[in-house]
């Protein structure tokens, strides 16, 4: 009986039907394919970065700790920004319903969380980074529909309203990012003399 229906499948099968189709339906694949590639590698490189404990590393040239420090005084604050606005535009795609102030005040607290466990665990912080910005993939590619660009516009219109409110999230990233520094130094100073002793012995 098997044999029978595979007989019948093999006698309609034909090399010369699958060559003889029409491809032009796969070109539109194609884009989707290569555009969720370059937007995985994107994210890959963006979430791996803001998860990193030490985003700066200290160079062994002369006067490093110095430049560390400017790093950290300077470029930070134009990083911490980026972070800010990708993690609210993300937010204004997936939350329809969300208040701007609601939108980035949860921007802060996801960057804050992220932070705190890049200084407890980078694979944990790695994990929590790449969450929103995989789950805005997937819903896309499940319901294209989900998305209405007529509230996102008017919402990303309204922006300018919130400048304020961004600067003091901006502000408080830098703080908490400092104090994070300072307190993670002095564990590992800790640490390192506690260690002494035992080695001399």
């Known amino acids: 009986m098997v044999f029978e229906k595979f007989s019948e499948w093999a006698a309609q099968f ?7 189709g029409d491809f032009s339906s ?3 694949l194609l884009y989707l394919a290569v555009s969720i590639a ?3 590698i994107l994210i890959w490189h963006f979430y791996r970065f803001i998860a990193k404990r030490d985003i700066f590393k200290i160079s062994p040239r002369k006067h490093a700790k110095i430049i560390h420090f400017l790093k950290y005084s300077l470029l930070f604050p134009f990083l911490a920004s980026l972070f800010f606005i990708g993690f609210s535009l993300m937010l204004l795609f997936l939350a329809k319903n969300l208040e701007i102030a609601t939108i980035l005040s949860t921007s802060f607290a996801i960057i804050i969380a992220i932070r705190m466990t890049a200084y407890y665990n980078e694979d944990l912080s790695k994990d929590l980074a790449k969450l ?5 993939l997937g819903v896309f590619l499940v319901d294209p529909s989900y998305f209405s660009w007529s509230d996102i ?3 990303i219109n309204s922006l300018p309203e919130f400048f304020a409110m961004g600067i003091q999230f901006i502000l408080l990233i830098m703080i908490i990012e400092w104090i994070l520094r300072i307190v993670s130094n002095i564990i590992i100073n800790i640490r390192l003399s506690r260690k002494k002793p035992s080695l001399k012995k």
Request: hydrophobic letters at 50%; glycine letters at 0%; charged letters at 20%.
């Open 132 to 136: 929103m910005p995989f789950v805005l």
């Open 26 to 28: 796969f070109l539109p």
């Open 14 to 20: 034909s090399i010369e039907d699958i060559f003889r």
């Open 38 to 40: 370059i937007y995985s």
């Open 153 to 155: 516009m008017s919402k």
